[in-house]
């Protein structure tokens, strides 16, 4: 099975811009889970989406959104960028039914904003 | 709050000789305890899990974890390390929600040859 897939790989934005970022799980999966890693917060947990429904949400701000598509690919967004968002942002897949699964990661996506 | 707590930073061993990275725990309810490992620039890899049943859990790439349960603890070990095990390793508990992972700060292990 392919694994999780993760577009684009880099981004370079300015101040103010927003962002949108693109997660395919792997197939049969559900769910999509995404994570902000930066070496001054490590891994933060900004929302999960089960079945085109945002299912948990991370204390980030609103300018941090998503939403996933009937066939489980899901998008982030990030709007008025600021400096403190440049981070790796890390989505992660599984079925979506029991809290023991296991969750699996796509590469990431490396944001800088200047 | 479920979370868990790595407490060294960095790890240094030489090639050959066991390694311990450690994980500590504060879990209300059943823990479900993992752990991943993170190469340079790239996403996090799934190396073991702790759901229930058996103290020693035997993972990929020859690591294994024991879980502890009085001393709230879940150290990830391999009996002889090599240099290509140098990554960072992050500890992680289910947190609440269905699918929310809480991370650790993470553990650098360094393996000299």
């Known amino acids: 099975k392919a694994g999780v897939t993760q577009t684009p790989r880099y981004l370079i934005k300015t101040r103010g811009q927003q962002v949108t970022l693109s997660c395919s799980p792997i197939?049969?999966?559900?769910?999509v889970s995404w994570y902000q890693q930066t070496p001054g917060q490590g891994l933060q947990f900004l929302f999960e989406y089960f079945s085109e429904t945002q299912r948990n949400k991370g204390n980030f701000p609103g300018r941090f959104s998503g939403r996933q598509f009937s066939n489980s690919r899901s998008e982030m967004n990030v709007s008025t960028l600021e400096l403190g968002d440049s981070a790796l942002y890390l989505c992660?897949?599984?079925?979506?039914?029991?809290?023991?699964?296991?969750?699996?990661f796509g590469p990431g996506t490396r944001l800088l904003v200047l | 709050a479920q979370s868990v707590a790595q407490p060294e930073d960095q790890v240094n061993v030489a090639e050959g000789n066991p390694l311990t990275v450690k994980c500590t725990y504060s879990?209300?309810?059943?823990?479900?305890l993992f752990w991943y490992v993170q190469y340079p620039n790239r996403g996090l890899q799934f190396l073991l899990k702790?759901?229930?049943?058996?103290?020693l859990v035997k993972g990929s790439y020859g690591f294994e974890a024991e879980f502890n349960k009085s001393q709230t603890s879940f150290h990830l070990k391999k009996p002889s390390a090599l240099v290509s095990d140098s990554a960072l390793y992050f500890c992680?508990?289910?947190?609440?929600?269905?699918?929310?992972?809480?991370f650790g700060t993470g553990t650098r292990l360094l393996v000299s040859p």
């Open positions: 702790y759901i229930t049943g058996d103290n």
């Open positions: 879990v209300s309810g059943n823990p479900y």
């Open positions: 197939s049969g999966h559900r769910s």
């Open positions: 992660a897949s599984s079925l979506g039914q029991g809290r023991e699964e296991t969750q699996y």
């Open positions: 992680a508990t289910r947190g609440t929600g269905f699918q929310k992972l809480v």
